[in-house]
């Protein structure tokens, strides 16, 4: 009750209530999200816009961090705080660990009557679940395994976009000969861990992947493979400019876009920023998968929150229903860089990055090579993620050797465990 009133208060204050009650049809909702780059918040405003065209009263909670770490943060604090947002973008496990908490609400009538299963993958559909019941709304599938590259800057050194991690470092030393940044990078810990998880795709494969870092198998997270991933790791450390410490994601993207780095590894809400700057992707900036040879997942979801009150339920249903329509994920994806989480939205008006993204994916199911991102909060609960993401970072940073670091690694995740 207290959460209601609270919310209601805030609806008010931004002119619900005009000396009448406040309308239930179109609902309210609260949306906690971290949607702040430009790409990012071109493609939130979509469905704002879209759900206030419904009659729907929408308040924003946006909490900047790329990666959604802050963004967590501040949802347990709202939570423990008995106050939390009505709709939360939240994804894989996470969704699963807040539900078996007790304080997530399911959408599940809504996804009946649309029939939700028929047009999702099966293997979103099981993450968006909770004890058979639908609790959360998917709106895109985000490719994380890209190399995004600046097509001036290869030309220069006569170099194409590299297809193994050999011909990456060959190409890369010739860029810093020639005075070029190789590789844009922002030291933040979810960004080590997007470089480190498609680099252990590009050296070990998937089936390496999924043993070491979704099923946390001793043997794999010990093995040679390991090494060689941290290794690389180092290389690539030699690759990024002085600058890197704390550098924001979207700021390495702008440096690859501006000719003052030749790569970015990154998930291709990457190509939102160079979408919502007016380039094409594939042109002004080239897209391909990093070296490797399978399809790391990242899927955004909305959570609803347990709320009281006619007009926040009504606001829930309203929210999940639009961000499952055919024609809000084609507009949504169009300007977030990633594809439609339904597979019977055309990919007509998409890019060839999307194509791409598309047919790989379809390829990596049929190749069972279709892994989820540990960065990402897809594939392990957060505390062994954040193990991880810990040892990745330390590693980055200072002249720990590949071996102590398979250690480290070992060690974090028996503790967690
Ligand atoms: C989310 C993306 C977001 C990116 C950077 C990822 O975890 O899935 O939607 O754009 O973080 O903030």
């Known amino acids: 009750m207290k959460l209601f009133a609270r919310n209601l208060t805030l609806a008010c204050g931004i002119g619900l209530l005009a000396g009448s009650a406040p309308a239930v049809a179109g609902g309210s909702v609260e949306v906690l999200h971290w949607w702040t780059s430009g790409g990012e918040a071109k493609a939130i405003?979509?469905?704002?816009?879209?759900?206030?065209?419904?009659?729907?009263?929408w308040i924003d909670s946006p909490i900047a961090g790329g990666g959604g770490d802050p963004a967590m943060t501040a949802l347990r604090a709202r939570v423990m705080a008995g106050n939390p947002p009505s709709a939360v973008q939240l994804k894989g496990p996470g969704?699963?660990?807040?539900a078996q908490e007790g304080g997530v609400a399911d959408v599940d009538d809504v996804a009946q009557a649309e029939h939700w299963d028929d047009v999702l993958p099966p293997v979103l559909a099981s993450i968006m679940k909770y004890e058979g019941k639908y609790v959360a709304a998917p709106v895109n599938i985000h490719r994380v395994d890209w190399l995004w590259a600046n097509p001036e800057l290869l030309a220069q050194v006569g170099a194409e976009v590299p297809t193994t991690w050999e011909e990456f470092n060959?190409?890369?030393?010739?860029l810093e000969a020639a005075g070029i940044t190789p590789l844009a990078h922002g030291g933040q810990p979810w960004q080590d861990a997007t470089v480190f998880e498609v680099v252990a795709l590009g050296i070990g494969g998937p089936d390496f992947y999924q043993k070491a870092l979704v099923e946390l198998d001793p043997e794999a997270l010990q093995s040679d493979t390991m090494i060689a991933v941290f290794d690389q790791m180092r290389t690539l450390r030699g690759y990024v400019d002085?600058?890197?410490?704390?550098?924001?994601?979207?700021?390495?993207?702008?440096?690859?876009?501006?000719?003052?780095a030749a790569f970015q590894i990154m998930g291709d809400w990457a190509k939102g920023e160079f979408l919502?700057?007016?380039?094409?992707?594939?042109?002004?900036?080239?897209?391909?998968?990093?070296?490797?040879?399978?399809?790391?997942?990242?899927?955004?979801s909305f959570v609803m929150f347990g709320v009281q009150g006619d007009?926040?339920?009504?606001?829930q249903k309203v929210l999940a229903s639009l961000i499952m329509s055919p024609g809000f994920q084609e507009t949504f994806n169009l300007a977030k860089g990633s594809i439609p989480a339904r597979v019977d939205v055309a990919l007509d008006k998409f890019d060839v990055c999307a194509q791409k993204s598309h047919a790989d994916?379809?390829?990596?199911?049929?190749?069972?090579?279709?892994?989820?991102?540990?960065?990402?909060?897809?594939?392990?609960?957060?505390?062994?993620?954040?193990?991880?993401?810990d040892v990745v970072t330390e590693h980055f940073n200072t002249d720990m050797s590949s071996?102590?670091?398979v250690q480290r690694l070992v060690d974090a995740i028996q503790r967690a465990g």
């Open 95 to 98: 969704i699963q660990e807040w």
């Open 242 to 260: 002085e600058g890197f410490p704390g550098r924001d994601w979207n700021l390495a993207t702008a440096m690859v876009m501006n000719g003052e």
């Open 311 to 315: 007009e926040w339920v009504e606001g």
């Open 361 to 389: 994916l379809t390829t990596a199911i049929g190749a069972n090579a279709l892994v989820p991102s540990l960065a990402h909060e897809m594939a392990v609960p957060r505390s062994i993620r954040g193990e991880i993401m």
């Open 170 to 174: 060959a190409t890369a030393e010739k």
């Open 276 to 300: 919502a700057a007016g380039k094409v992707p594939g042109e002004d900036v080239l897209c391909a998968p990093a070296p490797g040879n399978g399809f790391i997942l990242n899927s955004d």
């Open 403 to 405: 071996q102590d670091a």
């Open 45 to 57: 405003g979509e469905l704002k816009s879209s759900f206030e065209a419904q009659g729907g009263t």
